[in-house]
Structure formats: structure tokens, C-alpha cells
């Protein structure tokens, strides 16, 4: 996958810009779905004087992006902790002693 050959500090930018995405289309959601049409603030798309109702389907379809994006971040983060970190070899730790079967040194 393209993102697995990133570096670092790229695949946490794109977690934020999922999440900020994430963020702003619940909010828009959230405005669709409870504000009547007229009311609309002027800064939201879609605000028509006089009529009556909401926007049910761009606050449906803005929820969805905003669950999309939620995951996406989220998938994302996990693959970032879950990766191994660079020189986190499988030997023993210093100190710790011999392996099983090991003679002591």
C-alpha cells in the first residue's frame, strides 16, 4: 500500500487532515439536520429565505463522510502504533541474561 512506504510524519498528517475533515462535516451535519432551511446561518451552502424544512440528504451525506472520516483516522492510527519502531530488534534485552538453552557467558 502506498501509505505503508511513508514516512513517520506524513501518515500523522494525514490523520489530522481526516480528523479536521471528520470535524467540519459533522458540524455542517449537524447544521443541516437541525436547522431549518430559512435559518441557516449565512456561512453554510444551501440557505434559501422562505422556505420551510431541512436538508435531510446533504446532512445525511455529510454524516457519512464524517463517520468515513472518523474511521479512516482511526485506521490509521492504529496501523501507526502498531508498526514496529525502527531498531526494536527480537533479541534479548542487555542485562537480561542468557536465552533459553544459552550457556552463561
Not at 449537524?30 to 430559512?38: C, P, Q, R, V, W
Not at 502504533?81 to 544459552?102: I, L
Amino acid at each position: 500500500m502506498w501509505l505503508e512506504s511513508a514516512p513517520m510524519n506524513t501518515k500523522w498528517v494525514w490523520i489530522v487532515l481526516l480528523l479536521v475533515v471528520g470535524i467540519v462535516a459533522a458540524v455542517f451535519a449537524g447544521e443541516y439536520l437541525s436547522t431549518n432551511i430559512a435559518h441557516l446561518p449565512s456561512w453554510v451552502p444551501g440557505h434559501h429565505a422562505g422556505y420551510k424544512g431541512h436538508m435531510h440528504k446533504r446532512g445525511a451525506v455529510l454524516a457519512l463522510v464524517a463517520l468515513l472520516a472518523f474511521a479512516g483516522a482511526g485506521w490509521l492510527i492504529y496501523k501507526v502504533v502498531k508498526e514496529p519502531k525502527p531498531g526494536a530488534g527480537s533479541g534479548t534485552a542487555a542485562g537480561a541474561g542468557p536465552g533459553p538453552g544459552q550457556a552463561p557467558a
